[in-house]
């Protein structure tokens, strides 16, 4: 028995777009600049961990990648993270600019011990990505669509923290990935295509557990009282 590629996609993305990755204490206080310097700075350092990391992870994913239109779909992802063919414009070189801009040299921060839930969080990507096709779809497309609510939550707790304290922040990576995002989801969209029954429960077992390895990580960024 299969399901219909609209109706999955409307099911998944209630999933992900319902799920508490987005929408938890850590990242809504920082929504409302309600955080800490030292949470600023702690999400500041191991967001980076993420932002470097991610483009070897999305890697895994392809490699293991049968269907030929899933892979094109997700190549392009791969090739905008690393600059869409120009290396100056890679992902992580406007990450590093944010980086320095408010006082870090990244530099540094490259061998810098990563949180266990970071830690976790990364490896879970790349344990997801190396699985069976359809568990390892499900969590990307976890990842991809609750970027947008993601984005719609940092970029007011930055532009607070640059009001208060950080006047020379420079946030294109933020504001390029919020407009990028929807065409991440388009692609997404497009490669979920036509699933049995059985391939839609991996794919929505694997994208709830993806998200409930973020939750953890933006959790794991707070303050210990």
Do not use: C
């Not at 969209?189 to 029954?197: A, K, L, P, R, T």
């Amino acid at each position: 028995m299969y399901m219909q590629q609209s109706d999955f996609y409307g099911e998944i993305k209630r999933v992900v777009k319902s799920h508490s990755a987005t929408d938890n204490d850590f990242i809504n206080r920082f929504s409302r600049g309600d955080i800490s310097d030292e949470e600023f700075k702690r999400f500041s350092i191991e967001f980076y961990h993420f932002t470097r990391e991610w483009p070897e992870i999305l890697a895994k994913l392809l490699v293991s990648t049968e269907n030929e239109n899933d892979a094109y779909e997700l190549t392009g992802i791969l090739v905008s993270e690393l600059g869409s063919g120009d290396s100056g414009k890679r992902h992580e070189l406007l990450y590093r600019r944010y980086l320095r801009s408010i006082g870090f040299k990244p530099e540094e921060l490259v061998k810098r011990e990563q949180l266990s839930t970071t830690k976790g969080w990364l490896d879970g990507m790349r344990e997801y990505f190396s699985s069976d096709h359809a568990k390892a779809l499900g969590a990307e497309f976890a990842l991809e669509n609750m970027a947008i609510p993601m984005w719609d939550k940092l970029l007011p707790g930055l532009k607070i923290m640059k009001e208060r304290k950080y006047k020379d922040m420079d946030m294109l990576y933020f504001t390029f990935h919020r407009e990028l995002e929807s065409t991440h989801e388009d692609a997404m969209e497009n490669v979920i295509g036509v699933h049995s029954n059985d391939q839609k429960e991996q794919f929505i077992s694997s994208a709830k557990g993806m998200l409930d390895l973020e939750e953890k990580f933006w959790l794991g960024l707070a303050d210990r009282k």
